[in-house]
């Protein structure tokens, strides 16, 4: 069910044409009236037109649907581009009666390709036809594109009656040439877009920006949280238990999704989560944590089964951030690998201590944690490991 | 004989036993006396003890000499490391009879095991005793780690009468664990030590900060400059003809000894150059070169023979630079892909450009233009593409 889980949202998802193997690559959800959104857009300077789109009507009016095509990215297709994003969206509105201002879109597939606007104009009917709110699983299915599995997920809060659903996709920045990781979340909770927005920002931005898989930020990624509102009752005011509810239960959706993510990650076997601790602020923590989980010698002794304190000392030591190297300890899973910049003699001699951590390796997840000193800084990345599949994924079926 | 092709310089290379297949493992380079020196080193907050003892050595007294040992890179040790490289110097000078000081030392390999301090002892007199004008390539093949060949270069200033030699290590940042790109450039001018470290940073600092294997930026990276004074005359002066013409002699050794790391790397099957231009300052350049030539996306597009416009724009994107992503025109070979940030059609219905394009990653060296701008901004970055064969290496055989 996932982003129809929550009232007052209807979703559907069909086949247009935009993939050659025929699977679904249309996808629609719409929020009641009165529903109000909130977006997080892609940092990267090469954006998309669906992405500007997105952010001028976002900032404009009180958009309450999106529409996501997989298949064609419609980036680096410049003003030409601009114009195809308004015209498909302008087919689908048209379709279903709603101002054009209050339909969002994404889209994600191969870049620099012009998007197929036929295909818009032909699916749009059938699109419209099949919404309905139970329409999360076709909506969530129609957004993949090498993904292997969909990714969804809901939470509640009990106490207050109301429903976060939310799914998402993405592998990679691109596979082949397939971009974009895309998140909906949505809920029933009655909430001004500017709080919404502001619940966005606090428990979403951060979660998703902790992920990566290979250290490339696609032109397209969007997460969008849209609030219907149907589960009636007055707005969620910020501080209240209800506020402090919802961003819980927006969280656990954003938590599940990210991980669901990180699982299903181009060539990925293991997911691996990276916490450091000690730094001043948690931006410097962050970067170092990504640094770590962005590694390519970290990713491959994930791969490789290998709990590697001297590749995670050197990760660290690169990121930017000034750190003491005589203050460094490093762990895999339970067991300490690195203290105060040294690696624990055990590690080469392959004792008990070694044989631990060796054993973690084996697990689904693979924790590392560092810490860097006394500092109340801390964060978190979540991305997976190096294989033979990521390259091939990406290197061998473009042509 | 590359650092001992101008005179004033012997050289050697001997097994110690550092390394488990019995190849050399420990080679020491001498100027004769007043024999000036300049270094670069790693960026890295973890550098390695030989790093740290180089460092002091050069600020303080003028070295003339270094002894680098392949097998186990001291790093990650702690005071205890430091120690270690002081003893382990010790015993080569002692052995020579050259003051401690007048020393420097490069370490290569495992990060974290403790230095095997009785292997210098054993090895420092025969490493001594095979000392000789014609070491060059026995030093050269002593510093090799996972390197599938030696790198050696020289070149000539013929006007002035002097000469310029040089010798490089590095397949990657490690594998398995074995670290480190180690360069060492020797001349027979006469240079004195500030001027020489002019040169250095002038012609090779960033000429080796622009080759990237992986982004991974070792513990223990060391360049270093040695001027005998050996070809007589007076000092070299800067901005003088003969400046020009060493300038000249050191870059060549340097951008010859850059592309064989490069072709050598860590399971590369092409070089891959990267030249950005338009920016406004050189260094904005850079980093959007690095970006690019550091793309895991760009890297096995490369590997799988695909001129991929759109995940060039991608990573120029994402490199944190602003830039207009409707001025980026993408070049591969004498092909251009993209312009206005747009691709060109011919890349997806494969028509006569593409296959231009396509055609060209079939060279040993893929050229990847990037113009973003009219500012006059420039730099470059050299690297590889990522194969099967870097996951392999550095996934596989590290247990």
Not at 106 to 128: M, N, R, Y
Not at 166 to 171: R, S
Request: with cysteine; proline share 5%; charged share 20%.
């Amino acid at each position: 069910m996932s982003v129809t889980y929550p009232a007052g949202f209807t979703a559907s998802g069909v086949t247009a044409g935009f993939k050659p193997s025929g699977l679904p690559d249309l996808g629609l959800l719409v929020g009641a009236p009165g529903t109000v959104a909130a977006g997080l857009f892609t940092s990267n300077r090469v954006s998309a037109a669906p992405v500007r789109l997105s952010r001028v009507r976002l900032a404009a009016a009180g958009p309450r649907a999106v529409v996501v095509n997989s298949g064609q990215a419609n980036a680096a297709t410049g003003s030409a581009g601009d114009a195809d994003a308004l015209t498909s969206t302008a087919f689908v509105s048209l379709a279903m009666g709603l101002d054009p201002d209050d339909l969002l879109q994404c889209s994600t597939g191969v870049i620099g390709e012009p998007l197929h606007l036929d295909l818009f104009e032909d699916g749009a009917a059938k699109l419209v036809a099949s919404l309905g709110p139970r329409g999360g699983d076709a909506f969530a299915r129609s957004i993949m594109t090498t993904d292997t599995v969909d990714k969804q997920a809901q939470a509640d809060a009990p106490d207050e009656g109301f429903r976060v659903g939310g799914c998402a996709k993405g592998v990679g920045m691109i596979a082949p040439d397939l971009a974009t990781m895309l998140a909906f979340v949505t809920t029933d909770a009655v909430v001004p877009a500017r709080d919404l927005h502001r619940i966005a920002q606090e428990q979403l931005a951060s979660r998703f920006n902790a992920l990566t898989v290979d250290g490339c930020t696609s032109t397209n990624d969007s997460v969008l949280l849209f609030a219907s509102g149907a589960a009636g009752g007055a707005p969620v005011a910020p501080g209240s238990a209800a506020w402090v509810h919802l961003s819980e239960a927006v969280a656990k959706v954003g938590e599940s999704l990210l991980r669901q993510l990180a699982a299903d990650a181009e060539g990925g076997t293991h997911v691996l989560i990276v916490e450091v601790t000690g730094t001043g602020a948690d931006q410097d923590a962050r970067v170092i944590a990504k640094a770590v989980a962005g590694s390519p010698l970290v990713k491959t002794a994930v791969f490789g089964g290998d709990p590697n304190p001297g590749r995670v000392l050197q990760a660290v030591g690169a990121s930017g951030i000034p750190v003491d190297p005589d203050r460094l300890d490093v762990w895999f899973g339970e067991t300490q690998l690195a203290a105060g910049g040294i690696i624990a003699p055990d590690y080469f001699t392959g004792g008990e201590v070694a044989e631990t951590a060796r054993s973690h390796m084996h697990d689904p997840d693979v924790h590392i944690r560092v810490r860097v000193g006394d500092g109340r800084g801390k964060s978190r990345a979540l991305g997976c490991d190096l294989s033979y599949d990521y390259v091939r994924i990406n290197g061998e079926y473009t042509t």
